[in-house]
């Protein structure tokens, strides 16, 4: 059974096509479980996002979305959250959903994964930016908001690499994230950006196995062809290290698929 639980629409100003074809490719290339995951609203960052007046009409498009395939496609409806104290809103953390991918693009405001402030990196110590990073991520992981963990190590984006070795910096954030009962996605966006891998990366994913912390799958669509996008790189890599599960979700509530 093929899950992938972290894709976009229009409405975040950012990605192409439409609910319909990004539900017709998924049938097309054997997704049974497909879930939309708007960058949720926030009073931050606000022309890549859902607007909050247009939360109503994302939830009625996506609903009627799940009731027209019913018969060929199971359709989940969720948020992908970016984690800024202070600019969260309860309408999104209280919403009525599937899940909530809760997610790490900022760092004190700096959108590091944004190729228009790639600049940033210039003037930062590489190492610090990754420990603020998973700082970051530990931070959501005990707010006790989320589901999912958003594309872990999306700090790599860019290839600034640091020297400390990437399981000692995130040590803490993943018992937080295994402390919360979050489920970790394998994001496959990656293998479209300049670090050329999946998010997380193996030695990530490895330690993950090692504490018992179960996994979902993630094309992180912002395009019709980019469904189901390195699915079966994804789910050869997380088999060889050892899962067998995966993890979807019914109304905040999560169950164990065999893939």
């Excluded at 975040?12 to 054997?30: L, M, T």
């Amino acid at each position: 059974m093929r899950i992938d639980l972290h894709n976009h629409t229009t409405r975040c100003n950012h990605a192409e096509g439409s609910v319909d074809e990004y539900i017709q490719r998924a049938i097309e290339v054997g997704i049974d479980i497909y879930g939309f995951s708007e960058h949720a609203p926030m009073d931050f960052d606000e022309k890549y996002r859902l607007s909050f007046v247009d939360m109503h009409a994302y939830t009625h498009e996506i609903l009627q979305a799940k009731e027209k395939y019913k018969n060929d496609i199971h359709i989940l409806l969720g948020y992908e959250v970016d984690y800024l104290p202070g600019h969260m809103d309860d309408r999104v953390l209280n919403a009525n959903v599937d899940y909530l991918i809760g997610s790490i693009h900022f760092i004190d405001k700096w959108g590091f994964d944004n190729p228009e402030f790639i600049g940033g990196w210039k003037s930062k110590n590489i190492d610090e930016i990754w420990q603020a990073y998973f700082e970051a991520t530990e931070a959501m992981a005990k707010s006790g908001n989320f589901d999912i963990v958003g594309h872990l190590d999306l700090i790599k984006v860019f290839k600034f690499m640091p020297k400390t070795d990437v399981r000692t910096l995130a040590k803490n954030a993943l018992a937080a994230i295994k402390n919360a009962n979050m489920v970790l996605e394998i994001n496959t966006a990656g293998l479209r950006k300049p670090i050329g891998e999946l998010y997380p990366s193996r030695a990530l994913l490895e330690e993950a196995y090692t504490l018992d912390i179960p996994i979902t799958f993630s094309s992180d669509a912002h395009a019709v062809d980019q469904i189901g996008f390195g699915y079966d790189l994804a789910t050869t890599l997380v088999k060889d290290i050892g899962y067998t599960q995966a993890v979807t979700f019914q109304e905040r509530d999560r169950q164990l698929i065999t893939f």
